[in-house]
């Protein structure tokens, strides 16, 4: 037996550290940087937090803001034709979408000859990447973590993978965070909520996963109420934000489970958040693994990190650990049913039929799930 991680070069975190950024940028031995954000980051006055320290000690400072949220291939192209500037470093300002596309715009100012398209799949960017630092504003995705850049291909979210999406610096100032309203402050925590959760039931985990996973569910289960409700506790935005990574660390390593397929499928079908798709599913999931022989176990340690309480019947654990996720989501105000989305009910097949094809997230969900599962589980979600 044996097993692996990857994770981010180097990690600075910490609240009001934005002045630091100059000093990472040099580090990296950078002379011309692309900064990668969307108009919000603008409007807020975020990128220009990053840019002013930048440019202090940067040669060449250029900034592309047209991200949009879950960013198609047309979008992707976009960023990789502004990358093509000899830059030898992209700082990402914004939430997962935005990292995402500082990955490619990384990815594309060291490989010129190759497409966006030329990206998707497992290992297809060529050269490694510039560097990149990640800054993420937003306390959910893990993208500034993982290996993974999404792009949203035909209406299907389709994944870039490489070692090389690594950051080379996350960079987390946890002020950055706590101008998110709370419905987004509630379901992007949720997202990270699911991402430790999936991770830790995923078959890909491993004991340094696990750990990662379980602070990461403990720290989210105590402070993200209090993010939702009291946006300028820093403590609780910084706590947030470390979770977030730290679940990203988890999933960007074991990988996400059938939860995400599901999310994944009536999200880009009915244009839903992320966050909230992947909420919303949460405990149906573990409800439906819960019963696989091998996850008992692992419930009852979920059990633990969310309630605080040693359980001893696994049974009892499960059914606490999904009653916590579910009065989160009330307490959240995030949706708990498919009805509530308006997702037409006769639409269910359609979408067991595409979680069917996400053979990927499946083959590591620890019960297997075949199409007639997957419609029932809709069913049950709607
Ligand atoms: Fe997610």
């Known amino acids: 037996m044996y097993y692996a991680i990857q994770l981010p070069k180097r990690v600075v975190f910490g609240s009001g550290i934005a002045d630091k950024i100059g000093g990472e940028a040099k580090l990296l031995g950078a002379k011309r940087a692309l900064i990668v954000t969307d108009e919000t ?5 975020l990128c220009d937090k990053v840019e002013k320290p930048l440019r202090e000690v940067l040669e060449e400072v250029e900034v592309f803001d047209k991200v949009e949220s879950e960013p198609t291939l047309a979008i992707a192209d976009e960023v990789v034709r502004a990358s093509k500037n000899n830059y030898d470093l992209v700082v990402g300002i914004g939430g997962g979408s935005v990292l995402d596309m500082a990955k490619v715009a990384s990815a594309a100012a060291a490989n010129p000859e190759q497409e966006a398209s030329a990206f998707l799949g497992a290992n297809k960017i060529k050269n490694p ?21 999404l792009v949203v291909v035909e209406g299907k979210k ?5 070692s090389y999406n690594l950051a080379d610096v996350v960079f987390i100032d946890a002020t950055f965070t706590a101008t998110m309203p709370p419905r987004v402050t509630a379901f992007t925590g949720m997202d990270a909520l699911s991402h430790a959760i999936e991770a830790f039931l995923s078959l890909g985990a491993n004991p340094l996963t696990d750990s990662f996973a379980l602070e990461a569910m403990g720290k989210i289960s105590n402070n993200l109420e209090e993010a939702f409700l009291h946006g300028d506790n820093l403590n609780a935005r910084m706590e947030m934000s470390l979770a977030a990574m730290l679940a990203g660390i988890a999933f960007g390593n074991a990988g996400v489970i059938a939860g995400h397929a599901i999310a994944h499928a009536f999200g880009a079908r009915y244009k839903v958040p992320h966050g909230v798709s992947a909420a919303l599913t949460l405990p149906y999931i573990m409800e439906y693994n819960a019963s696989a022989p091998a996850v008992g176990a692992r419930m009852k340690e979920i059990a633990t990190a ?5 359980i001893e ?9 999904i009653a916590c996720v579910r009065s989160m989501i009330e307490r959240l105000e995030l949706p708990a049913r498919l009805s509530e989305l308006n997702v037409p009910k006769e639409d269910l097949s359609k979408l067991a039929e595409d979680v069917e094809k996400e053979k990927g997230y499946l083959k590591r969900n620890p019960r297997e799930m075949g199409l007639e599962d997957a419609m029932k589980l809709l069913e049950s979600m709607w």
């Open 129 to 149: 990447s510039v560097s990149k630092i990640l800054i993420p504003t937003t306390a959910g995705t893990g993208s500034e973590a993982t290996p993974f850049a």
């Open 158 to 162: 389709k994944a870039i993978a490489s």
């Open 313 to 321: 019947s696994a049974e009892e654990a499960a059914s606490k650990a």
């Open 306 to 310: 969310l309630v605080g309480e040693k």
């Open 41 to 45: 980051m603008e409007k807020k006055g």
